[in-house]
């Protein structure tokens, strides 16, 4: 049985239909690329499935649950899912330690000195120790990006989900964030991940998703989207970014 | 005694008298900003909460009380609420209709400041698995309280001001206490210019550390 599961999700803003039914399946373990043009509906996809949107119709399972019931405890839920934004979102009152212990403590009530044990181990993962009592301001965007990252996987999530988590950086410093997603989605983490670095797709994606128009147009392996693409839509936007 | 003019002997004397008076306007105003505080947090967030009624009862409690004279308002409390069957001591009276009429301003001031936290902070927070009340409390209220600092120190400058009015029900604040000292003396210069000098060493320093505040956090805005 698949991870995580999505049947028939829609979601309308007003008049505005921004997912038309989406079905996909992720397995455990699995590194999955969402790739198409802007305004296809891919962030608004990942934000549905931990309900950041509420879906307009469909189903979202993880782990044989129905996330999208009304009835499920959706704060339990997403302790299960780790998702990193594209303007990082650091607590900007907090350090970079307190930002990873803030959670730990307030949801998972984990005592203090424990969730510093937690955050430091996190912290060391993404390769920033050495920046635990900086404030958000006092980092670059990358390395902003790198304690969002922790402060999600301290979590022990059991998906996690990355909305163009490098689109807001500066050139020269998307490839430390990069090597952090390499290195986790090595290590076996199950990723969602929506993304314009192609290089990236190609090389950690287990499975490459295009989607245009609210829709899954087509997918499969890096190999098969990218190499030889089947439809029409999907070659001319890899033509237009490649 | 020369009436009608500053009499510096009399200044020497009565200066115990207004500076009792100014500790008595200082408890006034620092009581009634903390519960003014505490009021306008819980209507700064009925404010912005999804929910037209508290929305609705925000709104027209802010617009009620900054519509009206505080003046008007210290009496409706002090003369009005004996006639409904409320009789309160005058020292409680004052801090009542000060503490509702600075909750209206201050809750105007949250509201503001908890927009002024960009909605990722929120969003953060609730993806992390922590409850909208969680969020609130430990993500957006600590940076928005820290935005409004400034706001909050002027709103209490304004007060130290405004409860010069409560003299009008015979508390002993430092206006009052000029005009005692007035009624008796007949010198109005002596006791007036005590009471004005008064007011300002209470307010210049604050509105001195509300600069400070300010500049802080405008060079401590990035993240």
């Known amino acids: ?22 079905n996909m399946e992720v397995d455990r373990g699995e590194v999955v690329v969402i790739i198409g043009p802007s305004g296809s509906g891919k962030s608004t996809l990942l934000r549905c499935i931990n309900r950041l949107e509420e879906p307009t119709k469909g189903k979202v399972i993880l782990d044989g649950v129905e996330i999208t019931d009304p009835k499920v405890d959706i704060n339990k839920i997403r302790q299960r899912i780790g998702i990193v934004f594209q303007q990082f979102n650091l607590f900007s009152h907090l350090t970079a330690l ?68 490098t689109s807001a950086l500066d050139p020269e410093l998307v490839k430390e964030v990069l090597d952090v997603m390499r290195q986790l989605a090595r290590d076996g983490m199950t990723m969602i991940v929506v993304t314009h670095e192609m290089g990236f797709a190609r090389e950690v994606g287990d499975r490459v998703i295009f989607m245009d128009k609210g829709k899954i147009v087509e997918e499969g392996t890096p190999e098969e989207i990218f190499t030889n693409p089947k439809h029409e839509r999907t070659r001319k936007f890899l033509s237009m970014i490649l | ?18 500076a009792y008076g100014a500790l008595v306007t200082l408890k006034f105003s620092i009581l009634s900003t903390l519960f003014g505080l505490v009021i306008g947090t819980v209507f700064g967030i009925f404010r912005i909460v999804k ?28 003369y009005g609420l004996p006639q409904a069957g409320i009789t309160l001591p005058p020292d409680i009276s004052g801090v009542l209709a000060l503490s509702i009429n600075s909750g209206a301003y201050i809750a105007e001031i949250i509201r503001a400041g908890i927009q002024s936290v960009p909605k990722g902070q929120m969003e953060a927070a609730r993806s992390l698995g922590m409850t909208y009340v969680q969020a609130m409390r430990y993500v957006v209220l600590p940076q928005a309280f820290r ?75 990035s993240a």
């Open chain 2, 1 to 18: 005694m020369a009436i009608g003019q500053f009499d510096p002997h009399l200044f020497l004397k009565i200066l115990p008298d207004l």
């Open chain 1, 98 to 165: 307190e930002n990873i212990t803030l959670p730990l403590r307030v949801v998972k009530k984990i005592p203090k000195e424990e969730a510093e044990r937690i955050a430091m181990r996190f912290l060391k993962k993404v390769g920033l120790e050495d920046k635990a009592s900086h404030y958000p301001h006092q980092l670059s965007g990358g390395q902003q990006q790198r304690v969002a990252i922790a402060r999600a996987l301290a979590m022990n999530p059991e998906v996690m989900l990355f909305d163009e988590v």
């Open chain 1, 1 to 22: 049985m698949s991870l995580l599961e999505i049947i028939d999700l829609h979601k309308k803003f007003g008049n505005l239909h921004v997912l038309k039914g989406i």
């Open chain 2, 147 to 221: 935005n409004i600092l400034p706001a909050l120190g002027n709103e209490f400058i304004a007060l130290i001001k405004d409860s010069s009015l409560l003299s009008v029900i015979a508390i002993a604040e430092l206006t009052r206490v000029g005009m005692q000292i007035y009624a008796v003396t007949f010198n109005a210069w002596t006791p007036l210019l005590g009471v004005a000098l008064f007011y300002l060493m209470m307010t210049l320093p604050l509105s001195r550390l509300v600069d400070y505040a300010q500049r802080r956090i405008g060079g401590h805005e």
């Open chain 2, 51 to 78: 929910n037209p009624v508290l929305n609705a009862i925000s709104m027209a409690y802010v617009e009620v009380i900054r519509g009206t004279p505080l003046l008007v308002q210290i009496m409706i409390v002090y």
